[in-house]
């Protein structure tokens, strides 16, 4: 299986300041694209994908979210924090089964 | 618009079976790739299961293995997971999920999920 670690657990961050998760995959995802994930987690609310292939950003998404790297090292920054991107961040590998997810990163309001 | 509404979820017994549906709208099931994906009680996301559009390939984890099917009728633009020998661990928020079109793996449409509870 392919293990994902993310860093930091948790962060604050104040308003209109850059967030920055990191994303770990215990093996290269990198075949021709990275086929790697980020999604976002808001309380009560199922999760929504806002990158793909690693840099992709999903239709419709901000565009102060942004992602990057490539292999096994991934990184997902968030310019300009509002309100309302308090939530959970999770990376997810969906390069072979068993897909598998990062345990995720909190962002908050500092 | 893209919608998944899943049904089914309750309060089973250890040992005991559920079967939990969704129900797709506003696209054709039969183009996608479709998982289900859990989520305990104040955790993260974990894959469960994903079957190929035509239902000629699915996969498991390996703790739902022997237990859980995942199944689709296309028809019906339904997706099903029949869950037996529950365990508390299956515990969770079930969340029905369509891969991309490109890649149906990637995950690019959720459910609002259905709570399943194990316990006696």
């Known amino acids: 299986d392919i293990v994902m670690t993310q860093s930091p657990d948790s962060l604050a961050v104040s308003l209109g300041e850059r967030a920055t998760i990191n994303c770990k995959s215990g093996?290269?995802?990198?075949?021709?694209?990275?086929?790697l994930a980020w999604y976002q987690q808001k309380p009560g609310q199922p999760p929504k994908l806002l990158i793909y292939?690693?840099?992709t950003r999903e239709s419709g998404v901000p565009d102060r979210f942004s992602g990057s790297g490539s292999g096994t090292d991934f990184t997902l920054t968030i310019n300009s924090l509002q309100a309302e991107d308090v939530a959970v961040y999770y990376c997810?590998?969906?390069?072979?089964?068993?897909?598998?997810f990062g345990p995720g990163t909190k962002v908050d309001i500092k | 618009e893209v919608q998944l509404v899943e049904s089914g979820g309750g309060l089973v017994q250890p040992g005991g079976s559920l079967r939990l549906s969704c129900a797709a709208s506003?696209?054709?099931?039969?183009?996608?790739?479709m998982n289900w994906v859990r989520q305990a009680p104040g955790k993260g996301l974990e894959w469960v299961a994903s079957?190929?559009?035509?239902?000629?390939?699915?996969y498991y984890v390996d703790s739902v293995k022997g237990r859980f099917t995942i199944s689709r009728d296309n028809a019906k633009n339904s997706l099903y997971l029949q869950m037996n020998s529950l365990r508390a661990e299956d515990t969770a928020v079930y969340y029905c999920?369509?891969?991309?079109?490109?890649?149906?793996?990637?995950?690019?449409?959720w459910g609002q999920g259905a709570l399943v509870t194990v316990s006696s």
């Open positions: 997810q590998q969906y390069y072979r089964i068993p897909l598998t």
């Open positions: 079957l190929r559009y035509d239902g000629s390939d699915e």
């Open positions: 999920a369509r891969g991309d079109s490109s890649n149906g793996w990637l995950i690019d449409c």
């Open positions: 093996q290269s995802v990198l075949y021709n694209k990275n086929y």
């Open positions: 292939w690693a840099s």
């Open positions: 506003g696209f054709t099931l039969s183009g996608y790739w």
